[in-house]
């Protein structure tokens, strides 16, 4: 069980080692990682489908607000400043905190929100790939992948100016992945210097907002009131703010250009979906499924429990493998397989339970008008070099897909 560690980055330069993680399922549904020098504690990872809907539908059972990544938070009273902003986001919180900020943040995120950003969504998406479309080569991470959910979600839905758009992109690119030194050269020290950056900023845009109003989500969020009639506080809103940085583009980003690869690597399914057009919305699940941005986020045991037999002991952690369960032969029929007209797709890429992706219509909604504009493309594209990714124990996203014109 040693030749795959969890808190080790360099396990995942190749992506997930689906054959390994398919044997280790098989063997041990639930796997123990015994303590290391970078997780002195120990950690289980759970990696059935069954055992993952389990454990996140259980926010009784198996807390988020110890932490959803693997590192430990410092005690609730040393959390101040970019601490308390990453600690206190909705991803790390539980009833009945977690059901009071999800609902503030929920109005944004409705199926006719999300419907009424796709012109633009699509305006985007079209503008960036005519960008790139006539080039002799490019890359499909820098150009299209990564300024896509960018100018969408930190631009469109959050309001930022260019300028303050892509230097918020830059440093939380550093903060995320904080295991690459070629994306965040100075190691843990650059990334806390990222997050204070962006909390400063947080903090700025939301004094600006209070003094005047501009009708955008944050403007929105700091006239809200809770369930129970109280004003939202200005930390309660940068919480929120947060989340949306935390959540929003990395995740989009490693999904499009995953999606992208996928294409280039299966062409016959790419003419297939360009033949039936259909199948377009289906085919988006699909690409999550294959190549879910995210390889796990965390729990802690509240108390002693079980998983799939499992004993776990109250104070453990334990990581929900999204790439396994979406391999899992139990749900999937033919789970190697990467098909277009898979039905139905109960993927994980979005989680499971109460901190289901909230953003997740949004997301599907980006990746829609990514491929539709891409799609025509990419038939006449070929892989120029090098595939990179990420280097991280948490991301699973490539860092640049070169590619140039097969008819230059
Ligand atoms: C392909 C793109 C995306 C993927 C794969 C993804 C994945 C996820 C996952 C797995 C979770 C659950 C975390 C957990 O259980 O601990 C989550 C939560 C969340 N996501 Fe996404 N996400 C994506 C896009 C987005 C977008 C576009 C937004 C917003 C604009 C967003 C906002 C959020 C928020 C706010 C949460 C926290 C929800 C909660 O804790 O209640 N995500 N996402």
Redo the contacts with the bound molecule.
């Keep these: 069980m040693e030749e795959l560690r969890f808190d080790d980055p360099d396990a995942f330069r190749t992506g997930p080692p689906y054959e390994v993680l398919a044997r280790l399922r098989r063997e041990h549904g639930v796997m123990w990682q015994p303590p290391s020098p970078r997780t002195p504690s120990g950690f289980w990872v759970v990696l059935r489908h069954r055992d993952i809907v389990r454990v996140?539908r259980s926010p009784a059972e198996f807390a988020?607000g110890e932490g959803?990544l693997l590192y430990d938070l410092p005690p609730a009273p040393l959390r101040r400043g970019a601490l308390d902003m990453l600690s206190g986001q909705?991803?790390f919180?539980d009833p009945p905190d977690?059901t009071r900020l999800?609902q503030l943040?929920a109005p944004a995120?409705l199926p006719g929100a999300v419907r009424a950003l796709e012109e633009r969504v699509r305006e985007v998406a079209r503008s960036l790939v005519a960008r790139v479309a006539e080039r002799p080569s490019f890359d499909l991470v820098a150009d299209v992948a990564l300024p896509l959910?960018v100018q969408v979600?930190l631009g469109t839905?959050m309001g930022m100016e260019p300028e303050m758009e892509s230097r918020v992109a830059s440093l939380m690119l550093r903060a995320q992945a904080a295991e690459d030194p070629r994306l965040n050269p100075e190691g843990p020290l650059g990334a806390i210097e990222a997050l204070d950056e962006v909390y400063r900023m947080g903090v700025e845009c939301i004094r600006e907002r209070r003094a005047a109003p501009t009708g955008d989500l944050l403007s929105t969020l700091l006239g809200s009131r809770s369930a129970d009639g109280s004003a939202v506080d200005d930390r309660t809103v940068l919480w929120l703010w947060f989340?949306?940085l935390a959540?929003?583009?990395e995740?989009?980003a490693?999904?499009v250009a995953a999606g992208a690869l996928a294409f280039l690597e299966h062409p016959a399914q790419r003419r297939r979906l360009e033949e039936d057009p259909e199948l377009l919305p289906g085919a988006m699940d699909e690409l999550?499924r294959w190549g879910?941005?995210?390889l796990y986020?965390r729990r802690t045991a509240v108390r002693d429990t079980e998983v799939g037999g499992q004993p776990i002991r109250a104070g453990q952690k334990v990581l929900?493998c999204?790439p396994s369960a979406n391999r899992d032969p139990e749900v999937f029929a033919d789970a190697e397989r990467f098909d277009v007209g898979r039905t139905p797709n109960a993927h994980l890429?979005?989680?499971?339970?109460?901190?289901?992706?909230?953003?997740?219509r949004?997301?599907e909604l980006?990746?829609r008008c990514a491929f539709q504009e891409l799609l025509p493309l990419l038939g006449r594209l070929e892989v120029a070099g090098p595939v990179e990714r990420v280097r991280s124990s948490w991301l699973n996203r490539l860092s640049s897909l070169p590619v140039r014109r097969t008819d230059a």
């Design positions: 996140s988020a959803t909705l991803g919180r977690h999800r943040l995120f959910p979600v839905v989340a949306l959540g929003a583009f995740t989009v490693g999904s999550l879910a941005p995210v986020f929900l999204y890429t979005f989680g499971y339970g109460p901190h289901f992706c909230l953003g997740a949004l997301a980006q990746l």
